[in-house]
């Protein structure tokens, strides 16, 4: 397991846990020496576990499988021989000359992000591990950016009221914001372009405000994902935006669409409507953001309104995201565990769903269709 080396990245891919367990499993651990700092896991930690600590070569030198949060830079894999896998967050849209780079060098590398979305494979998801956690942070972030506060408290200088608090796109992130939104006292309401989140967001104590009476309300393609949708759709799901966010102090905008930028969701115009201190957090910021004016990175003020477009922001919670991270990472490859090879066989749902690279070559469906 390497050390990360994105700029920003605080989470590692094994932690003192798992690795006990893939030691547990048979297998040798090589750790880089101070790649756990960022998520507050020391070195000594690791060795303890069981692993080698020792310096990027060495930890590289004769690896089958190289373990990493993101994809590891192709030049900086010398020592790995061809044939190993790299297992990591690989991006695979986004960092297609990586991909193309893993190929050539002979590489098996398997994205974790590709996971299908099946009841088996829930336990190795770090799209649904991460995007909690998402949820969350945001809900901090906003409550931190926010100059009021979130629940509704009587005093005896008098009542401060509740903030309204609205969610923009209910997957995984989105739920976990709603119910953190609650948990700090503020009205939430919540929106989706799939109709099954219309019960979901009732049952976690929310009001649903949903796009009635267009073809195509069911939003949903393959694997639970939402799908692009209609112009119709787009209008009707604007009027109805611009109507309640101007009420809203705080919103957060997670609605993604696989392979696709993220769908436009807040205008500029909308902006100006909301009053000004009010929070506007963007989690699809660096997917192209559904909120006007966003940027990645930067938290920026439009008509007096904040916009929040922190960049990787499980990295925010690197020891939580890390845990829950390298028990994706584990959890997938102790399920394919063949103990007389001493290493994983994949079947062909998940092998085919992940694998980009196999042979020399780019493998995948989804990258080659
Ligand atoms: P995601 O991150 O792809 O997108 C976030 C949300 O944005 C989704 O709910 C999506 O419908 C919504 N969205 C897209 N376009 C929108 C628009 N124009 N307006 C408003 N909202 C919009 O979603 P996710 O968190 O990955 O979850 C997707 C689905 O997968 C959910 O049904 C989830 O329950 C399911 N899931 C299944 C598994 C499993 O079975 N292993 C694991 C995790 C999630």
Do not use: C
Not at 51 to 65: K, M, N, P, S
Not at 202 to 213: H, M, N, T, W, Y
Not at 251 to 258: E, G
């Amino acid at each position: 397991m390497v050390k990360e080396q994105a700029a920003g990245e605080k989470r590692v891919a094994a932690t003192p846990e798992t690795v006990k367990k893939f030691i547990g499993l048979g297998a040798e651990v090589a750790v880089e020496a101070g790649a756990g700092l960022t998520a507050s896991i020391a070195d000594g930690d690791y060795a303890a576990a069981g692993a080698t600590v020792a310096d990027r070569a060495a930890t590289l030198a004769g690896a089958d499988i190289v373990l990493g949060v993101q994809g590891p830079a192709p030049e900086s894999l010398a020592g790995v021989k061809p044939g190993a896998w790299i297992v990591a967050g690989l991006n695979p849209f986004g960092e297609r000359a990586r991909v193309d780079a893993y190929a050539a060098a002979g590489y098996e590398a398997l994205a974790m992000e590709f996971m299908p979305r099946i009841t088996r494979a829930q336990s190795m998801d770090i799209l649904s591990s991460q995007s909690n956690l998402s949820g969350y942070k945001a809900v901090l972030d906003a409550a931190a950016e926010y100059g009021k506060a979130f629940p509704m408290m009587m005093t005896a200088a008098g009542t401060v009221s509740a903030a309204k608090a609205f969610i923009m796109g209910v997957g995984v992130a989105g739920l976990q914001a709603i119910a953190t939104a609650r948990r700090l006292g503020a009205q939430v309401s919540a929106t989706d372009v799939r109709a099954a989140t219309k019960e979901q967001i009732e049952s976690l104590g929310a009001k649903a405000i949903f796009v009635e009476k267009v073809a195509g309300i069911e939003g949903e393609g393959t694997g639970g994902y939402a799908t692009e949708m209609s112009e119709e759709y787009k209008a009707a799901q604007a009027e109805l935006v611009s109507a309640h966010i101007a009420k809203q102090d705080i919103v957060i905008t997670t609605a993604l669409i696989p392979g696709r930028p993220a769908p436009r969701l807040i205008s500029d115009a909308q902006i100006a409507t909301m009053k000004p201190g009010s929070v506007i957090v963007d989690l699809a910021v660096e997917q192209g953001g559904n909120v006007e004016g966003a940027v990645a990175g930067e938290v920026v003020e439009r008509h007096g309104v904040k916009i929040v477009g922190h960049r990787n922001v499980p990295s925010r919670l690197a020891a939580d995201a890390s845990a829950l991270f390298s028990r994706n990472l584990f959890n997938f490859l102790s399920a394919f565990w063949d103990k007389e090879k001493g290493a994983p066989v994949l079947d062909e749902e998940i092998g085919n769903a992940i694998r980009l690279t196999q042979g020399g070559k780019v493998v995948n469906e989804r990258l080659l269709g």
